[in-house]
């Protein structure tokens, strides 16, 4: 699919969530007239694999009701906040492990058959795609292994972004 303007990567992220901006993007995008129909199919919380749904059920919110404050206004920090008061408020830990689960699915789990199938249909077959993420910026035109977008660092312009004390030891595990 071409890259549609003021959609983000699935990468980005709004406050300590990858995904949710794009989501909200694809919520306005839609309001507005401008998602294209290839998107249409997958927006809301009734698909278990799809990646709305997906962050609903992690936010703890309907996706009626994330649209319905979406589309009153406000900053995407506004509306991840409003998620939080009224879903699951989750620990900095229990974020970083959504965003892991979130940049990995595709990689050696139920959805690789899924992601190799796509990747055939979209005619990137050679591209060093390795996760749905991958795809979705590679189908979009951008390319994440070149940017390295898995790594996490705060979201470039989001005021309401803080690296979370301890959540990026320096010390090995052991």
């Known amino acids: 699919m071409p890259a549609v303007p003021g959609l983000r990567s699935p990468y980005a992220k709004v406050g300590r969530l990858v995904y949710f901006g794009r989501m909200l993007d694809k919520i306005r995008l839609h309001a507005a007239g401008r998602l294209p129909v290839e998107y249409q199919a997958n927006l809301g919380d009734d698909k278990p694999y799809v990646f709305g749904s997906r962050c609903c059920r992690f936010l703890g919110v ?4 994330l649209k ?10 506004d509306v991840l906040v409003w998620c939080e008061a009224r879903g699951i408020l989750h620990t900095d ?3 970083q492990t959504w ?5 990995k699915i595709g990689w050696r789990d139920e959805r690789s058959a ?3 199938d796509r990747i055939r249909e979209y005619g990137l077959a050679g591209k ?5 993420f991958d795809l ?4 979009e035109g951008r390319d994440p292994v070149a940017a390295q977008a898995w790594l996490e660092c705060p979201p470039a312009g989001d005021p309401g972004y803080r690296t979370p004390p301890g959540n990026f030891p320096s010390a090995r595990l052991r």
């Open 62 to 65: 309907r996706y009626a009701d």
């Open 68 to 77: 319905a404050r979406t589309l009153q206004g406000g900053a995407d920090l």
């Open 93 to 95: 830990d229990e974020c």
């Open 99 to 103: 965003n892991r689960f979130m940049m």
């Open 114 to 116: 899924a992601l190799q």
């Open 128 to 132: 060093p795609i390795e996760t749905g």
């Open 136 to 139: 979705i910026d590679y189908d």
